[in-house]
């Protein structure tokens, strides 16, 4: 019973990550220098380990299409000539590092303009 519930939770926190990795992707579609996350899955086969007072330790019992890896792709994206002067690209590694009041951010984007 206990196997059930844990297994059933598992498939939920897995499809809400999709979700959510998903809507925030769309979500940022037209930002530019946006870098989307990306899942990984995989499967998680069970075991039944007994223990020395004759029981057993129950493991994750098959749960397909997991997710295994989640991280930011960071791939380098197609650049785009503008007619704006302000507008800077970065070819290859690295990042902006923008100055606010709180701190320094990162970003990949480059439409600047003057305050």
């Given at each position: 019973m206990?196997?059930?519930?844990y297994?059933?939770?598992?498939?939920m926190i897995?499809?809400q990550?999709?979700?959510e990795?998903?809507?925030?992707?769309l979500?940022?579609s037209?930002t530019y220098?946006?870098k989307s996350?990306?899942?990984?899955?995989?499967?998680?086969?069970g075991?039944?380990?007994?223990?020395?007072?004759?029981g057993?330790i129950?493991?994750?019992?098959n749960?397909d299409?997991?997710?295994?890896?989640?991280?930011?792709?960071?791939?380098?994206?197609?650049?785009?000539r503008?007619?704006?002067v302000?507008d800077?690209?970065?070819?290859?590694d690295?990042f902006?590092a923008?100055q606010?009041?709180?701190?320094?951010?990162?970003?990949?984007s480059?439409?600047?303009s003057k305050n």
């Amino acid at each position: 019973m206990i196997q059930a519930i844990y297994s059933a939770t598992a498939g939920m926190i897995n499809q809400q990550t999709i979700v959510e990795v998903v809507t925030n992707n769309l979500a940022n579609s037209s930002t530019y220098g946006y870098k989307s996350d990306e899942l990984s899955f995989g499967r998680i086969l069970g075991t039944l380990t007994p223990t020395k007072s004759g029981g057993a330790i129950y493991s994750i019992n098959n749960i397909d299409n997991i997710v295994i890896k989640y991280g930011t792709d960071f791939n380098q994206g197609g650049m785009q000539r503008t007619d704006n002067v302000l507008d800077l690209a970065l070819d290859g590694d690295g990042f902006f590092a923008i100055q606010y009041p709180d701190g320094i951010r990162y970003t990949r984007s480059g439409n600047f303009s003057k305050n």
